[in-house]
């Protein structure tokens, strides 16, 4: 963040500065504001907080934003083409922002920040997962849209999502087995497309599945809702991408996965799991939403690995009768301890559980259903040929053709001192196939070898005159 005026010298002209330094408002726009507030506020207390709300009520500013100019902040508002309006949350590499883009567009906005980017292994961990998401394109995928950099900030925009995780929605108690079918069935098709594209996720869990909304709110209809497979920061290129990365993650001791939901052989050894692990782990959910717990609720994270990979869980008809038997199964099938007992693929298992979804699949809520989008996509694809044309241009070009080693047995023009006003374009005329500049390098080559052959000549009679001794010494290579 950029230098600021203290907080405690701050004034009303000083946040009106501000606010124009900001870029938030045209300077016409912030003058006309300024004058309804002086009108509407004359013969009342005034003061910065009461300035600053007004700026929020009539929908100038975010309260986030209002936030940073109190602070005395005027920069830090815009990250590229997109305006900063809210923080979302900060992982342990970036910040996660909503932000609006010039076109009128909102996304979350994650953000690397300048002390993060000096880390070489932050900076490569954060390229690599931005570049696994823009590469997915699948309703029951977040997508990820464009990763950029902008005055030392790099930064990811994807989806942003309106609804609740999965998470908070149990806090509401158990799923119907039509709904629990319906958002099993989604996170299959989604990890299909992750199987698909080589990626194992890892860390499937309630928090990481956010239930999309048609309609605003925040309570998703989950006979409607889409459901979208969240972080897929964890998640392993399994044709060998990353490995290096995945070996500094595993050496800080980070356990990858949550125990309530991970496979027995990712416990193991999280480097050598594939896409049935992740089908454990949707089994794990599936019985949580049927039964409203883990199957292996423990406060000891040591003792819950331990029971994965030893005890079978509770039938989940005993803890909530009117589980059909057939559900049942698959859910069991998806928890074998040894993975060759599951399901090969998450479209083995899409097909046997269809029969016990409810509601509607078709129409997910995909980017390309809003109308809105539109713009912004066809911005993105300008985006996406000016970059490529700029990476064209910073190809250096060849700067000397190849050339073919002269043949000697063509007969040679008589050899011409070198001529010091003469330029390259001179040198490059060709006079019988031989250039002028190739026969000043024959010549240089032809007394060279003179040279050597002289001095070997002088060395080879020098050694005759050793002893044998001598000799075999002379001859020795070195160490």
């Not at 292994?121 to 997508?143: D, M, Q, T, W």
């Not at 717990?293 to 030893?310: E, G, K, V, W, Y």
Request: glycine fraction near 8%.
């Amino acid at each position: 963040m950029a230098a600021r005026v203290p907080a405690g010298d701050l004034t009303i002209p000083n946040i009106f500065g501000l606010l124009i330094r900001s870029k938030l408002v045209g300077i016409e726009q912030a003058r006309s504001l300024m004058e309804r507030w002086e009108k509407e506020r004359a013969g009342k207390p005034q003061s910065i907080r009461a300035f600053a709300l007004y700026l929020v009520e009539n929908r100038h500013i975010t309260e986030y934003q209002a936030g940073l100019l109190l602070r005395g902040y005027a920069e830090g508002f815009f990250v590229g083409p997109y305006r900063i309006l809210d923080r979302l949350g900060s992982g342990k590499m970036a910040g996660v922002y909503r932000a609006q883009h010039e076109l009128g567009q909102v996304f979350a906005l994650k953000v690397l920040p300048p002390s993060s980017v000096k880390d070489s292994r932050l900076l490569a961990r954060f390229l690599r997962e931005s570049n696994l998401v823009i590469n997915f394109n699948h309703p029951n995928v977040v997508r990820g849209f464009q990763l950029g950099e902008s005055e030392g900030l790099h930064y990811l925009a994807m989806e942003f999502l309106s609804g609740e995780t999965l998470k908070d929605h149990l806090k509401r108690g158990v799923i119907s087995s039509g709904d629990a079918a319906r958002v099993g069935y989604q996170i299959l098709r989604g990890l299909q497309h992750l199987h698909e594209k080589g990626i194992v996720h890892r860390d499937i869990k309630p928090e990481n599945l956010m239930l999309v909304n048609r309609t605003e709110g925040t309570k998703a209809d989950l006979a409607k809702a889409t459901v979208k497979i969240l972080d897929i920061g964890l998640g392993r290129a399994v044709m060998g991408e990353g490995e290096d990365l995945e070996d500094q993650v595993t050496e800080t001791g980070v356990l990858l996965g949550t125990p309530d939901y991970m496979a027995p052989e990712q416990a193991r050894n999280s480097r050598g799991v594939d896409i049935r692990c992740d089908l454990y782990s949707t089994g794990c959910v599936m019985y949580h939403m049927l039964t409203g717990q883990p199957p292996f609720p423990d406060s000891s994270l040591l003792n819950q690995m331990i029971r994965h990979a030893t005890e079978s869980p509770r039938p989940p008809h005993e803890l909530a009768p009117g589980v059909p038997m057939g559900l049942e199964k698959i859910v069991l099938k998806l928890m074998e301890k040894n993975p060759e007992d599951r399901y090969a693929d998450p479209a083995s298992a899409l097909k046997v559980l269809l029969p016990f979804v409810s509601g509607d699949l078709e129409g997910l809520e995909t980017p390309e259903s809003d109308a809105k989008m539109r713009p912004y996509f066809t911005w993105l694809e300008g985006e996406k040929r000016n970059t490529a044309l700029r990476l064209a241009e910073n190809v250096a070009p060849v700067s000397q053709p190849i050339v073919e080693p002269p043949s000697f047995d063509l007969p040679l023009s008589p050899v011409q001192g070198p001529d010091p006003t003469a330029n390259v374009a001179a040198d490059e005329n060709v006079e019988e196939g031989v250039t002028s500049r190739e026969l000043l390098f024959f010549v240089a080559g032809t007394i060279a070898g003179a040279l050597a052959t002289a001095v070997g000549c002088f060395y080879g009679l020098k050694r005759h005159e050793n002893t044998a001794e001598n000799h075999e010494k002379d001859t020795r290579l070195p160490a």
